[in-house]
């Protein structure tokens, strides 16, 4: 079975920067695409950035130049390293892992906080 464990969350100033990490197990690790999404309260959940198996990127347009994400297929950890971070960045952050054979995110860990205040 397929765990997904995020850890880094926490409180942090504007303009501060924070790095989320993801360990993963219980599949071949590298045969999947990862991605975080985050979720603030009383908005929808959405794709902050994504990684191939391939090793491809893709950002959500709020956080291109920002955010970094990555991945260590010896480790097992995907990553996510935040920037000149914004109150809007306010939310609870999800780890997730794409199923090989539909390509779609199926695994998710249970999420850390991450929040942004003076």
């Known amino acids: 079975q397929v765990q997904l464990v995020e850890s880094g969350g926490g409180l942090v100033q504007p303009g501060g920067s924070l790095r989320l990490s993801c360990a993963a197990s219980?599949?071949?690790?590298?045969?999947?695409?990862m991605g975080w999404f985050r979720q603030a309260p009383g908005k929808q959940r959405e794709l902050v950035a994504a990684?191939?198996?391939?090793?491809?990127?893709n950002y959500g347009d709020s956080v291109k130049g920002r955010f970094t994400i990555s991945r260590d297929n010896v480790k097992n950890t995907v990553d996510l390293q935040m920037n000149s971070l914004k109150p809007e960045d306010t939310a609870v952050y999800y780890c997730?892992?794409?199923?090989?054979?539909?390509?779609?995110?199926?695994?998710w860990g249970q999420g850390t906080q991450v929040t942004v205040s003076s």
């Open positions: 990684i191939t198996s391939g090793g491809s990127t």
């Open positions: 219980g599949s071949i690790f590298s045969n999947h695409a």
């Open positions: 997730t892992m794409t199923s090989v054979g539909t390509g779609t995110y199926v695994y």
